[in-house]
């Protein structure tokens, strides 16, 4: 599902501007995943090294060096430094941690190295963040569910990683909407950790606890659980938030859940790939992109799935694998209308 933000006859225009600077440029880019516990990740390293290999058709060779493993704060970290020490032109970095990479970020800035994260935001000024707003992601869901409610109800939450960044402005969003709404409680927060399987055990517990529930708020890498455990109770007239998966979706169509879903899309990396290229060829941004609570965030678009639109979605998914996740992602001529 491709969704396009710019006018086509500009975004032409601007490709054939930079087409001319691009000629005969290299690159090389450090890709770091810190965390490999999906799909997901997978189909996000896929989709950057498919926008690196786009841009040799317009003249310039994009190398990618990939680091994606599970590791700790300690461990990315090392990825980041790696990097460095290979001297690379650029790191992209999907990041375990808001803060912690700070002094690393600033040695990569002092060799002249871009840093850009993608996924979830980080503090550090000498790096900036493309990708969808995280909390805006929850928020848009949350209010879904809530509305579906009619405004009352009890619900309970089911976030992924506790600390990790992403985690902690999702949990953030769906809070404050949730708290504009009197008649919604959380009866329940609970950490699954983005895997199914304690998706699942989480959520039948919740169900066995609170009998008189009334909606879930769950996060993606985890609904589809949720959604097998409120099945097998034959509780599927709640409202629940699901998955943007093709498995989730074809279950979703073929039983008629009550969902909705925001999309986080794997392509933000790719995106933040080719926002990078276009820097590393001398592009200045234009004033005024930046927001974000650290003030350093180009934020994309969150997609929404509810009823309304699900038939459409599930069709951009037909002859895909059952973990492929609805996706999409800044073209290299979309990339472009962030500079001057």
């Given amino acids: 599902m491709k969704h396009r933000l710019f006018n086509a006859a500009v975004a032409a225009a601007s490709l054939a501007a930079f087409s001319t600077m691009a000629a005969a440029q290299e690159y090389t880019i450090g890709l770091s ?21 786009a841009w040799e058709a317009h003249g310039v060779t994009v190398n990618t060096q990939i680091q994606s493993a599970t590791v ?8 980041v430094r790696n990097f460095i020490n290979q001297g690379v032109d650029a790191i992209i970095i999907n990041p375990n941690s808001p803060t912690a990479f700070d002094p690393i970020f600033a040695q990569a800035k002092a060799k002249g190295i871009l840093v850009i ?17 995280q909390k805006g992601w929850a928020m848009q ?15 309970v939450a089911i976030n992924g990683v506790a600390g990790h960044p992403a985690n902690q402005m999702r949990v953030s969003g769906y809070q404050e909407v949730f708290a504009g709404y009197p008649g919604i409680e959380i009866v329940n927060e609970s950490n699954a950790n983005w895997d199914q399987a304690q998706g699942q055990s989480t959520m039948r517990t919740l169900l066995a606890t609170y009998p008189e529930l009334d909606g879930v708020w769950v996060q993606d890498g985890m609904a589809d659980g ?16 699901g998955e943007i998966r093709k498995d989730f979706l074809d279950k979703w169509v073929a039983q008629g859940y009550k969902s909705g879903a925001s999309v ?9 790939l080719n926002v990078a290229v276009h820097r590393l060829m001398g592009k200045e941004f234009k004033d005024g992109i930046f927001e974000g609570v650290y003030g350093n965030a180009i934020y994309l678009p969150i997609p929404f799935i509810d009823n309304d639109n699900l038939e459409e ?16 992602s800044l073209s290299i001529e979309e990339a472009a209308q962030f500079f001057q």
């Fill in 72 to 79: 700790d704060v300690q461990g990315q970290i090392a990825h």
């Fill in 33 to 53: 995943n810190g965390w490999v516990g999906s799909e997901w990740r997978t189909q996000m390293i896929d989709e950057a090294v498919a926008a690196a290999e």
């Fill in 264 to 272: 986080n899309p794997p392509g933000v990396m790719a995106s933040a």
């Fill in 226 to 241: 949720a959604w097998k455990a409120i099945t097998d109770a034959g509780r599927t007239e709640l409202a629940a938030t």
């Fill in 141 to 155: 869901s949350a209010k879904w569910l809530a509305e579906t409610l009619n405004g009352e109800g009890k619900v």
């Fill in 117 to 133: 994260s993608t996924d979830a935001e980080v503090s550090s000024k000498d790096a900036i963040y493309v990708g969808i707003d």
């Fill in 313 to 328: 979605v599930h069709g951009t998914t037909e002859g895909k694998p059952g973990h492929y996740s609805v996706t999409s």
